[in-house]
Nanobody
Framework: QVQLIESGGGLVQAGTSLRLSCVAS????????GAWFRQAPGKEREFVAA????????AYADSVKGRFTCSKDNARNTIYLQMNNLKLEDTAVYYC???????????????????WGQGTQVTVSS
Protein backbone atom coordinates (compact mmCIF):
# COMPACT_ATOMS: atom_id res chain seq x y z
CA GLN A 1 0.00 0.00 0.00
CA VAL A 2 1.07 3.54 -0.71
CA GLN A 3 0.03 6.47 1.45
CA LEU A 4 0.22 9.96 -0.06
CA ILE A 5 0.14 13.24 1.82
CA GLU A 6 -0.12 16.54 -0.03
CA SER A 7 0.90 19.88 1.41
CA GLY A 8 1.63 23.41 0.28
CA GLY A 9 -1.82 24.67 -0.56
CA GLY A 10 -3.17 27.96 0.66
CA LEU A 11 -4.81 31.28 -0.15
CA VAL A 12 -2.80 33.41 -2.58
CA GLN A 13 -3.34 36.35 -4.88
CA ALA A 14 -3.56 35.99 -8.63
CA GLY A 15 -0.20 36.19 -10.31
CA THR A 16 1.73 34.64 -7.45
CA SER A 17 3.18 31.15 -6.97
CA LEU A 18 2.78 28.06 -4.84
CA ARG A 19 4.58 24.75 -4.66
CA LEU A 20 2.66 21.65 -3.75
CA SER A 21 4.38 18.56 -2.38
CA CYS A 22 3.18 14.97 -2.29
CA VAL A 23 5.15 12.70 0.01
CA ALA A 24 4.72 8.95 -0.28
CA SER A 25 5.18 6.31 2.38
CA UNK A 26 4.83 2.57 2.34
CA UNK A 27 6.51 2.10 -1.03
CA UNK A 28 9.30 3.72 -2.97
CA UNK A 29 8.03 5.90 -5.81
CA UNK A 30 10.85 4.87 -8.11
CA UNK A 31 8.56 2.37 -9.86
CA UNK A 32 5.44 4.54 -9.87
CA UNK A 33 4.17 7.09 -12.34
CA GLY A 34 2.54 10.10 -10.74
CA ALA A 35 0.16 12.92 -11.45
CA TRP A 36 -1.69 15.90 -10.10
CA PHE A 37 -5.41 16.39 -10.55
CA ARG A 38 -7.72 19.10 -9.28
CA GLN A 39 -11.38 19.45 -8.51
CA ALA A 40 -13.26 22.72 -8.26
CA PRO A 41 -16.66 22.94 -6.53
CA GLY A 42 -19.38 21.47 -8.70
CA LYS A 43 -16.93 20.18 -11.29
CA GLU A 44 -15.38 16.85 -12.10
CA ARG A 45 -11.84 16.01 -11.11
CA GLU A 46 -9.53 17.03 -13.95
CA PHE A 47 -6.01 16.22 -15.01
CA VAL A 48 -3.31 18.82 -14.35
CA ALA A 49 0.12 17.22 -14.82
CA ALA A 50 1.74 13.80 -15.01
CA UNK A 51 5.26 12.40 -14.72
CA UNK A 52 6.71 9.00 -15.54
CA UNK A 53 8.44 6.80 -12.98
CA UNK A 54 11.95 8.00 -13.76
CA UNK A 55 10.89 11.65 -13.60
CA UNK A 56 12.11 12.66 -17.04
CA UNK A 57 8.91 12.73 -19.09
CA UNK A 58 5.97 15.00 -18.39
CA ALA A 59 2.50 15.85 -19.61
CA TYR A 60 0.39 18.90 -18.84
CA ALA A 61 -3.15 20.06 -19.32
CA ASP A 62 -3.39 22.89 -21.83
CA SER A 63 -4.80 25.18 -19.15
CA VAL A 64 -1.59 25.01 -17.08
CA LYS A 65 1.06 24.51 -19.75
CA GLY A 66 3.83 27.06 -19.38
CA ARG A 67 2.76 27.99 -15.83
CA PHE A 68 2.94 24.73 -13.87
CA THR A 69 5.89 22.36 -13.56
CA CYS A 70 5.68 18.83 -12.22
CA SER A 71 8.76 17.11 -10.88
CA LYS A 72 9.56 13.84 -9.12
CA ASP A 73 12.34 13.23 -6.62
CA ASN A 74 12.65 9.49 -6.15
CA ALA A 75 15.31 9.91 -3.48
CA ARG A 76 12.85 11.93 -1.39
CA ASN A 77 9.83 9.86 -2.43
CA THR A 78 8.11 13.11 -3.36
CA ILE A 79 6.24 14.59 -6.31
CA TYR A 80 6.05 18.36 -6.65
CA LEU A 81 3.84 20.78 -8.52
CA GLN A 82 5.29 24.25 -8.96
CA MET A 83 2.49 26.63 -9.85
CA ASN A 84 3.41 30.06 -11.21
CA ASN A 85 1.26 32.96 -12.37
CA LEU A 86 -1.77 31.54 -10.61
CA LYS A 87 -5.18 32.50 -11.95
CA LEU A 88 -8.60 32.63 -10.32
CA GLU A 89 -9.63 29.56 -12.30
CA ASP A 90 -6.84 27.54 -10.67
CA THR A 91 -8.84 27.53 -7.43
CA ALA A 92 -9.54 23.90 -6.53
CA VAL A 93 -8.60 21.01 -4.28
CA TYR A 94 -5.42 19.50 -5.70
CA TYR A 95 -4.82 15.78 -5.45
CA CYS A 96 -1.74 13.74 -6.18
CA UNK A 97 -1.99 10.19 -7.42
CA UNK A 98 0.45 7.39 -8.21
CA UNK A 99 0.29 4.14 -10.09
CA UNK A 100 2.81 1.32 -10.59
CA UNK A 101 4.35 1.71 -14.04
CA UNK A 102 7.16 0.80 -16.35
CA UNK A 103 9.76 3.38 -17.26
CA UNK A 104 7.96 5.52 -19.84
CA UNK A 105 4.36 5.09 -18.87
CA UNK A 106 2.30 8.09 -17.86
CA UNK A 107 -1.37 8.24 -17.08
CA UNK A 108 -3.67 11.22 -17.41
CA UNK A 109 -7.05 9.82 -16.48
CA UNK A 110 -8.58 9.54 -13.01
CA UNK A 111 -9.50 5.87 -13.41
CA UNK A 112 -5.91 4.93 -14.24
CA UNK A 113 -4.71 5.71 -10.71
CA UNK A 114 -5.07 3.47 -7.69
CA UNK A 115 -3.45 5.55 -4.95
CA TRP A 116 -4.61 9.04 -4.03
CA GLY A 117 -3.79 11.66 -1.46
CA GLN A 118 -6.39 13.47 0.62
CA GLY A 119 -6.04 16.72 -1.30
CA THR A 120 -4.86 20.22 -0.50
CA GLN A 121 -6.90 23.37 -1.09
CA VAL A 122 -5.58 26.09 -3.37
CA THR A 123 -7.55 29.32 -3.43
CA VAL A 124 -6.56 32.16 -5.74
CA SER A 125 -8.03 35.59 -5.04
CA SER A 126 -8.07 38.76 -7.12
Amino acid sequence: QVQLIESGGGLVQAGTSLRLSCVASGRTLSTYAGAWFRQAPGKEREFVAAVNWSGDTYAYADSVKGRFTCSKDNARNTIYLQMNNLKLEDTAVYYCAVQPATSQQMYTRVYEYTYWGQGTQVTVSS
